[in-house]
């Protein structure tokens, strides 16, 4: 595959997380020949919170079509449900692969808070007026295999709130029956139990199978060991993997 052929790989944040946190697997993929988008989301640090995830879904959307004919999209966490949303009624072929990294592939209709029950997990800190949220524990819940202290202050220092009704916002498109897809299972995540992952990696592949005529599919890979952010700790093997979904053979 030569580097013209290369498609772009358009990096989804999750919650709190702005583009930079994908620094380390951007300089990887640009180094291998990939062009690379990293994404701001609308619902991260807004100057007034949002009431869903519209504008999130609109901004990956036109990226998608921005840097086509064909882009690879990787999504972590919360950025699955805008991510797969934004892929509604797009032509066919305009998203080649799709990656949940420790992501959220819910069925349509089902939001990130009917996954968690409608129960903030323990580690939210949710404005009095419920329009916000922090996470607290970032360095358990995120970065429990980053070690390195600069690392750490730095990516701690880069969260900002997030607008906190964008988690209802219920997903509109089971991306995974229409679009081959990769989830990306970190089995050390604190943020979503591995058993919650797996759920999401065989509620998908139900699915399909259960779809007459379904194009798509869901593929799965183990980073053992890995936290919720493996783009930082694991960047090399998260980026072979990315590699390896955008049709290079390594």
Known sequence: MSTTEKPAILLVPGAWHPPTAF????????????????LPLATVGAPDPLPNYDQDVSLIREAILKHG????????SYGGLPGASACKGLPD??????????????????????ALQNKPLP???VSDDGLTV??????????????????????????KPHSYKAFASKNTYAVYEDVKCTYVVCDEDKAIPVGAQWGMVEGARKAVAEKEGAKGGMEAVTLEGASHT????????????VRRCAGEAI
Request: hydrophobic share 45%; aromatic share 12%.
């Open 93 to 114: 072929g305009a998203v080649s692969h799709f990656i949940f990294c420790c992501s959220f592939a819910l069925p349509v209709g089902v939001s990130l808070m009917d």
């Open 23 to 38: 620094a380390p697997l951007t300089k990887y993929l640009e180094s291998n020949g990939y062009p690379v988008v990293p």
């Open 123 to 125: 580690w939210f800190d």
């Open 69 to 76: 004919p064909s882009v690879v999209v990787l999504t972590h």
């Open 134 to 159: 922090n996470a607290m524990q970032n360095e358990e819940i995120f970065y429990n295999d980053i070690h390195d202290k600069e690392t750490l202050a730095e990516l701690v220092g880069s969260l």
């Open 230 to 241: 493996p783009f930082v700790s694991r960047t090399e093997e998260l980026g072979v993997i």
